[in-house]
């Protein structure tokens, strides 16, 4: 996998260079004609192909290019345009008109530019940082064409006007930026904008279950698709509500799928859950989830199948690694949570708990490819 700063290189040189395929037209800058308060607590939605992304437009950062972009959001401009230009898990670019023209690809990059003067800030092109794509060696040429950092982006910092931020569907973007490219960097196969709305500022939703009842909960199974085939788990809110919702809502961003059994303890414990083992990085959203969870200890007795979370020395340190135990292990009761069972697939446990190591960990990846949700 690359390494960040690999990744902020390579986005950064390839900005450069699509930036300067661009011809602009000088026109009169455009200037904001609605006051700061009436644009103030708005936000851009992006209906794609690929998912809802939402982003907080920063009008106190660039008022004129906040403008700009409702009013063109509002003429229809963003609706049916695709996102041309990419790096994998780096960047996205999109917002050029001409791309409407799927039969046109040599013009994708040109348009949407020269109607916008920069407006420098302190913002930072941190993850989810959207800002005004200009040509090379013009700050004044900004226009509808946009970049989404999909991770921190500090060499574009004090170079280009940002004048939104992604609120929700990080995810979504950085799935467009594994679009295929050509040799260049265009994209191969079409993400379109479906269409492109301002509305008001609205919070975001509670994160999921965190509302749902100790019952509701308890409807849920978790499937773990491995290498090794599949294993299903009943959970326990009832024992454990707070390491349920925290486990449910972990699946249920897509956080463990590509992790790997990291840990396995012939005759004690099979783990996974650990971040730094998964085969794709996490996206900021995902990050976002990663919490401490209290301890909630019960009378379960650690034995053959019980699913439990993996913690520090510290009681409440348990974040998102788990184990499987594969004998009775009593040393384990009261010391860590209990939260689940295996109901099927022991046999798939068994195998992973066969699984040649190197001290406590497989000389060969064993994979956790999927956890799938199902409710009874």
Not at 235 to 251: T, W
Not at 269 to 282: A, C, D, E, K, N
Request: one cysteine or more; charged letters at 20%.
């Amino acid at each position: 996998m690359a390494s960040p700063s690999f990744i902020r290189y390579v986005a950064w040189t390839f900005v450069v260079w699509a930036m300067g395929t661009a011809h602009v037209v000088a026109q009169e800058p455009f200037v904001a004609t609605l006051p700061v308060e009436e644009m103030r607590e708005k936000q851009l939605v992006f209906e794609t192909t690929e998912g809802t992304v939402v982003i907080d437009l920063l009008v106190d950062a660039a008022p004129n290019h906040v403008g700009l972009i409702m009013q063109q959001t509002a003429e229809g401009v963003f609706d049916g345009t695709s996102f041309h230009r990419m790096v994998l898990r780096g960047i996205v670019q999109g917002g050029d008109p001409n791309t409407k023209d799927a039969s046109a690809p040599n013009q994708f990059g040109r348009g949407g530019l020269g109607l916008v003067a920069a407006e420098p800030s302190d913002e930072t092109h941190s993850a989810g940082t959207v800002s005004a794509i200009t040509a090379a060696g013009d700050p004044n040429s900004g226009g509808t064409q946009f970049l989404v950092c999909v991770v921190d982006q500090p060499g574009l910092d004090g170079q280009y006007t940002i004048w939104g931020r992604v609120a929700e569907g990080l995810p979504v973007i950085a799935r467009i930026s594994e679009t295929p490219v050509d040799a260049n960097g265009n994209a191969t196969e079409r993400v379109e904008i479906l269409t492109a709305t301002v509305r008001d500022w609205a919070p975001l939703p509670p994160p999921s279950f965190t509302t749902e009842t100790v019952e509701e909960l308890a409807s849920y199974h978790a499937v773990l698709e491995t290498d090794a085939g599949a294993i299903t788990i009943e959970l326990f809110p009832e024992r454990a509500p707070q390491h349920v919702r925290n486990f449910l809502r972990l699946a249920d961003a897509g956080f463990y799928d590509g992790m790997a059994f990291h840990r396995v303890v012939a005759g004690f414990v099979i783990q996974t859950g650990f971040p730094p083992t998964r085969s794709t990085p996490l996206s900021e959203e995902q990050r976002t989830l990663i919490q401490n969870v209290p301890l909630e200890l019960s009378e379960t007795p650690h034995v053959k199948g019980i699913v439990s979370m993996a913690r520090g020395d510290e009681a409440d340190s348990a974040q998102t690694s788990f184990f499987i135990v594969t004998d009775t292990s009593p040393e384990l009761d009261g010391v860590y949570s209990a939260f689940g069972r295996v109901v099927s697939g022991i046999e798939a446990v068994e195998q992973i708990e066969q699984a040649e190591t190197n001290g406590e960990e497989p000389v060969n990846r064993v994979e956790l490819r999927q956890v799938r949700l199902m409710s009874r």
